[in-house]
């Protein structure tokens, strides 16, 4: 079904920036002409700014008036301005495939909903329901003006699309839940290996370092810093915020050393810890299979890069036990990542 290839296209590109939007969910949109052609396709990146939809009828608006201007704006409330004051007829054709149903609130950012009953969209076609109270509720809204909207939960066709939607609110999900969302990074080779020194591509490492940016708190096992000596900072982070996570230690040890290079990164806070407590906001583990199975019942999803390398000389893997759902693998360098769910009895 063609409208399952253009959400899919939107799925995509929201997974390019999972969980660099939390607290905000990570979204997708396409905008396409009234023959069909591709004018846009756009996620949301960074919670504050602008929504998916803004971003794809921006650079939609450019392809259809050549006016590069509109460019030139990166706050939501400017370009919900422009696109009112100069778009007149430019989107009456137009078809919007978006994850996430467009939001009615107005919070940091202006609704998206009105946006769009305001420019007279042709069709949007919404992969997911939303799942926040004060945004929900702007599927019907644009119905109830005569804009055309395909549900993606109500239809047959689409059921598929609509799992693979929800998949990308696990995160956001897990925050408004239960107020915190757990993700555990995990690297390793072709052949399993994860000893060795640095596994990970350049590329990967930008990835995972703009993470660290946007977590609560970063959670490692005192295991791992007296083997690895980490530093734990952001400095292949490409976002403009090099905020370094602060730390959580999780050791038996009553006497922990504090002379790794991660206790000296300025602005950051370091806390020791002898037992699990009770997590808050988004939270990133980096660590073995010891971590991994002292935390598997608060782990939401696991972050995996597969390196394609092999290392002869080095015999240190991840021995544990456990199944996962697949919920995307995308390429970044020469890494494969793939964001896992864990399945519990």
Not at 95 to 113: D, F, I, N, R
């Amino acid at each position: 079904m063609v409208d399952s290839f253009y959400l899919d296209l939107a799925i995509k590109k929201a997974w390019e920036y999972q969980c660099q939007t939390l607290p905000n969910p990570a979204v997708g949109a396409v905008v396409l002409d009234k023959f069909g052609a591709i004018l846009s396709i756009q996620a949301h990146k960074i919670a504050g700014e602008p929504h998916a939809e803004v971003l794809a009828l921006q650079e939609a608006y450019y392809c259809l008036s050549g006016d590069s201007s509109i460019l030139s704006l990166f706050q939501s409330q400017e370009i919900h301005h422009f696109l009112l004051e100069n778009a007149k007829d430019y989107f009456k054709d137009v078809t919007l495939y978006v994850t996430l149903e467009p939001c009615m609130h107005s919070g940091k950012t202006p609704s998206c909903a009105e946006l769009l009953r305001l420019l007279g969209i042709k069709k949007i076609v919404i992969g997911a329901k939303d799942c926040n109270k004060e945004a929900k509720g702007g599927a019907n809204a644009l119905q109830s003006c005569g804009i055309k909207v395909i549900k993606a939960w109500e239809e047959k066709e689409l059921v598929q699309t609509f799992e693979d939607s929800k998949a990308l609110l696990i995160p956001f999900g897990s925050m408004q839940s239960k107020g915190s969302f757990v993700l555990f990074k995990y690297a390793s080779r072709l052949d399993g290996s994860i000893d060795g020194g640095q596994i990970s591509s350049k590329a990967a490492q930008s990835f995972m370092h703009n993470l660290r940016t946007k977590v609560d708190t970063l959670l490692i096992s005192g295991k791992s810093v007296r083997l690895d000596n980490p530093t734990l900072d952001c400095r292949y982070a490409t976002l403009k915020n090099k905020r370094s996570p602060c730390v959580t230690i999780l050791t038996h040890s009553r006497e922990f050393p504090k002379n790794a290079p991660l206790f000296y990164v300025p602005n950051r806070e370091v806390r020791i810890i002898h037992k699990i407590e009770k997590f808050e906001g988004f939270v990133m583990c980096e660590g073995g299979a010891g971590l991994f199975k002292t935390l598997i019942p608060q782990i939401d999803m696991v972050l995996f890069f597969l390196n394609p390398s092999m290392q002869s000389n080095f015999q240190l893997h991840m021995q544990l036990q456990a199944n996962f759902k697949i919920l995307h693998s995308q390429k970044i360098g020469d890494d494969l990542i793939l964001w896992l769910q864990p399945l519990r009895d």
